[in-house]
């Protein structure tokens, strides 16, 4: 049994926020009085190549900027019902470990939840025992048993086809379009998508 501490800490890309990200949040946030939800990779200028998922660095499976994924996460959060008092929204560059205490509570007052899918689900785990973290795993499944893939949003958006909507909570799905019109218009200028 794991020792309750005020806050908890869940990081993900969110690139965008899915219903697969909301059961992440919802579990976390039941585990603790005050969830902090990391945004990784928060200055897309700054993205590094990791040897577990090298993919997850591309500059096209990282449309979205801080403050969008911000946006977002906070729009799943209302449709959670919940309050800024419930949780707070900071960035978390898990790929250098030595800048991620600025944006974290410490150690000794946190405990970090997280789901594995893949190997770099291990190695982030990894990473923040090494900080001195507890870490809490949630759950591991494979890439088949996820709820849904970011991966396959993206695709939708970039198409134009509207089947991604079924997999963002309603707050946040007028967020994508807005954002997605954005990629639009950003592709047709040459600018990166």
């Not at 800490?9 to 976390?28: N, S």
């Not at 291990?122 to 048993?145: D, F, I, N, P």
């Not at 996820?146 to 198409?159: D, F, K, P, W």
């Amino acid at each position: 049994m794991s020792v309750r501490r005020p806050y908890g800490i869940v990081l993900g890309r969110f690139q965008p926020v899915h219903l697969g990200h909301a059961e992440y949040l919802r579990a976390a946030r039941r585990r603790c009085t005050r969830l902090v939800i990391g945004i990784t990779n928060p200055d897309l200028a700054a993205l590094r190549a990791t040897a577990e998922d090298p993919a997850r660095s591309m500059a096209w499976n990282n449309p979205f900027t801080y403050y969008q994924r911000t946006m977002m996460v906070e729009a799943a959060c209302a449709d959670e019902g919940w309050t800024p008092g419930d949780y707070l929204v900071v960035p978390a560059p898990v790929n250098e470990p030595d800048r991620l205490g600025q944006y974290l509570p410490p150690p000794d007052e946190a405990t970090v939840f997280v789901t594995i899918y893949d190997e770099w689900g291990e190695t982030k785990k990894r990473r923040l025992e090494a900080l001195g973290y507890s870490v809490e795993t949630l759950w591991r499944r494979t890439m088949a048993e996820r709820v849904t893939s970011g991966t396959e949003i993206r695709a939708a958006l970039r198409a134009g086809s509207a089947r991604w909507r079924r997999h963002v909570s309603p707050r946040v799905v007028p967020l994508l379009e807005a954002y997605a019109r954005d990629l639009t218009d950003r592709r047709h200028t040459g600018q990166n998508p």
